[in-house]
């Protein structure tokens, strides 16, 4: 392989991604020609309405997919197989159901063959930092939702990926916990500058969390906008209520209204 | 911590106290198996049923005595064809299924093979196998694996395509081999529905040894039944049968036994081999 530093020093740079769905005799473009870039230890959101590709995008980012148009390069290098530097959270925590927390964070170390014996006491503390210490040996079917979720974010962390890819992975919480898991990620990724890239449909989350928000418009998914957000870090609650974060929200939501996602009335 | 751990909810569910509801859930059906017994002996006294029709229990329970190495001896030997015939369609079972799991090609061609094999009924079979193979263990263990071999591979391709994709994307992500997510994600969350398979093919592998005793063989308890049955000693019949009962449910056991091993065993088995690395 080659290295080839893309031309702006990204540490993602996706160009063109284009990709068709067949399904029996219907063709569905899932995506047409998206491009974007994500930044060494920048948090970046995909934000798109339901099926317009965003997951799709988000696997083809790491090679768990294969674009059938344009290329994806991570810190120079061409993507064609899966990339490994990276932790994942998908939507479902993915818990085999047989495994402790513990194990199912070590089953990313066991994985990749790594001693296990190093890695434990980093799970351990990890869990901790989850607010989950004590439940290291419970299983998944005695966790709440928002703590599966949290080990699943454990397990993506262990390791200490290069990149962290998250799929809508507070979609099936409830909204309390959803604000919490917000602060909770936020402070996990200040603390380790990871490279994170967030899918989500909900704007509140996007904001909240992110340096920049790739605004994907309906099938087939393109780019509407990017945009930079520019509020202080870290970003608290209460931060939501102000006219700064109103901006933002208030802009994207038109945006939607614009490409009729959302209609009025 | 905002949410409430469901442990909490479910703590009590493997509690391992004296349980009345599970006791009462044994009591009923032995008092209720007693008094049958008891009207039976009861009703062929009073009417001097003939014991060629109906013996009483109590005469079937003196000759189980009377017999009993000839019985134990019988049952040894469909013991050992009902073994090694479940134990092949295991040996067998799992890995095919597995192959056509991975191999698109390898199903197409093994399937309508097996559903024939399944659909045509086995016993039409029985007098080609003593054609074949004489009166020896070889036929008795051909029609036990055939009989058993079915469920297990359709329950373990049940279960080892309920794998989710994400699943193994996560394996793949981590740079996971095929090998790898086959034995960390794919095999145990198949499991259970494997075992599910294994405690259907049990109960069918003694069908399948006592059938191919009754058509052809010179020891076990199928051939005990139709010695029996010829000389109208229907005492033997039935402690044949009771004997025939009794292993059934052996067999079985030994299966949720085995399955409690793998299932719910593993959880604490798994912990401790975690903390010996320690």
Same mark, same amino acid.
């Given at each position: 392989?080659?290295?080839?530093?893309?031309?702006?020093?990204?540490?993602?740079?996706?160009?063109?991604?284009?990709?068709?769905? +067949?399904?029996?005799?219907?063709?569905?473009?899932?995506?047409r020609?998206?491009?974007?870039?994500?930044?060494?230890?920048?948090?970046?959101?995909?934000?798109?309405?339901s099926?317009?590709?965003?997951?799709?995008?988000?696997?083809?980012?790491?090679? /768990?997919?294969?674009?059938?148009?344009?290329?994806?390069?991570?810190?120079?290098?061409?993507?064609?197989?899966p990339?490994?530097?990276v932790?994942?959270?998908f +939507?479902?925590?993915?818990?085999?159901?047989?495994?402790?927390?513990?194990?199912?964070?070590?089953?990313?170390?066991?994985?990749?063959?790594?001693?296990?014996?190093?890695?434990? !006491?980093?799970?351990?503390?990890?869990?901790?930092?989850?607010?989950?210490?004590?439940?290291?040996?419970?299983?998944?079917?005695?966790?709440?939702?928002?703590?599966?979720?949290?080990?699943?974010?454990?397990?993506?962390?262990?390791?200490?990926?290069?990149?962290?890819?998250?799929?809508?992975?507070?979609?099936?919480?409830?909204?309390?916990?959803?604000?919490?898991?917000?602060?909770?990620? +936020?402070? /996990?990724?200040?603390?380790?500058?990871?490279?994170?890239?967030?899918?989500?449909?909900?704007?509140?989350?996007?904001?909240?969390?992110?340096?920049?928000?790739?605004?994907?418009?309906?099938?087939?998914?393109?780019?509407?906008?990017?945009?930079?957000?520019?509020?202080?870090?870290?970003r608290?609650?209460?931060?939501?209520?102000?006219?700064?974060?109103?901006?933002?929200? !208030?802009?994207?939501?038109?945006?939607?209204?614009?490409?009729?996602?959302?209609?009025?009335? | 911590m905002?949410?409430?751990?469901?442990?909490?909810?479910?703590?009590?569910?493997?509690?391992?106290?004296?349980?009345?509801?599970?006791?009462?859930?044994w009591?009923?059906?032995?008092?209720?198996?007693?008094?049958?017994?008891?009207?039976?002996?009861?009703?062929?006294?009073?009417?001097?049923?003939?014991?060629?029709?109906?013996?009483?229990?109590?005469?079937?329970?003196? &000759?189980?005595?009377?017999?009993?190495?000839?019985?134990?001896?019988?049952?040894?030997?469909?013991?050992?064809?009902?073994?090694?015939?479940?134990?092949?369609?295991?040996?067998?079972?799992?890995?095919?299924?597995?192959?056509?799991?991975?191999?698109?090609?390898?199903?197409?061609?093994?399937?309508?093979?097996?559903?024939?094999?399944?659909?045509?009924?086995?016993?039409?079979?029985?007098?080609?196998f003593?054609?074949?193979?004489?009166?020896?263990?070889?036929?008795?263990?051909?029609?036990?694996?055939?009989?058993?071999?079915f469920?297990?591979?359709?329950?373990?391709?049940?279960?080892?395509?309920?794998?989710?994709?994400e699943s193994?994307?996560?394996?793949?992500?981590m740079?996971?081999?095929?090998?790898?997510?086959?034995? &960390?994600?794919?095999?145990?969350?198949?499991?259970?529905?494997?075992?599910?398979?294994? &405690?259907?093919?049990?109960?069918?592998?003694?069908?399948?040894?006592?059938?191919?005793?009754?058509?052809?063989?010179?020891?076990?308890?199928?051939?005990?039944?139709?010695?029996?049955?010829?000389?109208?000693?229907?005492?033997?019949?039935?402690?044949?049968?009771?004997?025939?009962?009794?292993?059934?449910?052996?067999?079985?056991?030994?299966?949720?036994?085995?399955?409690?091993?793998?299932?719910?065993?593993?959880?604490?088995?798994?912990?401790?081999?975690?903390?010996?690395?320690?």
């Open positions: 392989m080659i290295p080839e530093k893309s031309s702006n020093g990204a540490l993602i740079d996706a160009r063109s991604i284009s990709k068709v769905f +067949q399904s029996g005799n219907e063709t569905i473009n899932a995506l020609d998206v491009s974007f870039d994500v930044g060494r230890g920048e948090f970046v959101s995909i934000l798109g309405p099926g317009c590709g965003k997951t799709t995008l988000m696997l083809i980012l790491v090679g /768990l997919t294969i674009a059938d148009a344009g290329e994806v390069s991570i810190d120079g290098h061409r993507i064609s197989a990339y490994t530097n932790g994942i959270v +939507q479902n925590p993915e818990l085999l159901e047989w495994r402790t927390a513990l194990e199912n964070i070590l089953l990313q170390i066991e994985i990749r063959r790594l001693p296990a014996v190093h890695f434990t !006491g980093r799970a351990r503390a990890l869990l901790t930092q989850v607010g989950l210490c004590g439940f290291e040996n419970k299983f998944p079917f005695e966790l709440s939702g928002g703590m599966k979720q949290r080990v699943a974010l454990c397990r993506a962390l262990i390791h200490d990926p290069e990149i962290l890819l998250m799929d809508e992975p507070f979609g099936a919480l409830d909204a309390l916990t959803r604000d919490q898991m917000n602060l909770d990620l +936020q402070r /996990l990724w200040l603390e380790r500058q990871k490279t994170a890239v967030f899918v989500t449909h909900s704007i509140d989350e996007a904001v909240f969390l992110s340096d920049r928000i790739v605004v994907m418009t309906p099938r087939p998914g393109t780019i509407s906008e990017i945009i930079k957000v520019d509020l202080p870090r870290p608290t609650l209460d931060r939501k209520d102000t006219p700064q974060f109103n901006a933002y929200t !208030g802009h994207i939501r038109k945006r939607f209204l614009e490409l009729g996602v959302l209609r009025d009335g | 905002a949410e409430a751990p469901s442990s909490f909810r479910t703590a009590g569910r493997n509690g391992r106290g004296w349980n009345w509801a599970s006791h009462g859930a009591f009923t059906p032995c008092l209720s198996l007693i008094l049958c017994l008891a009207i039976w002996e009861a009703a062929v006294r009073y009417f001097a049923v003939p014991v060629y029709l109906l013996p009483a229990p109590s005469a079937i329970a003196r &000759k189980l005595v009377v017999s009993y190495p000839l019985f134990l001896d019988a049952t040894m030997h469909s013991a050992v064809a009902i073994i090694v015939g479940f134990g092949v369609a295991v040996l067998v079972g799992i890995p095919a299924a597995t192959l056509m799991i991975y191999s698109e090609w390898f199903r197409r061609s093994v399937y309508p093979i097996l559903l024939t094999a399944q659909v045509l009924p086995k016993v039409a079979l029985a007098p080609l003593i054609v074949w193979f004489g009166f020896g263990l070889l036929p008795k263990v051909l029609m036990t694996f055939l009989i058993s071999f469920p297990i591979v359709i329950d373990s391709l049940t279960g080892l395509n309920a794998v989710r994709p193994l994307m996560l394996i793949r992500s740079g996971g081999t095929r090998w790898q997510s086959f034995w &960390k994600v794919r095999l145990p969350g198949a499991l259970p529905s494997i075992f599910g398979g294994f &405690k259907v093919a049990i109960t069918f592998a003694v069908v399948g040894t006592i059938v191919a005793e009754f058509v052809g063989s010179d020891n076990g308890l199928g051939y005990i039944l139709v010695l029996a049955r010829g000389n109208l000693d229907t005492v033997t019949v039935f402690a044949a049968i009771l004997w025939l009962i009794v292993i059934g449910f052996l067999f079985y056991f030994a299966v949720e036994i085995a399955e409690w091993f793998c299932i719910r065993g593993r959880a604490a088995g798994r912990s401790q081999e975690l903390g010996a690395g320690l």
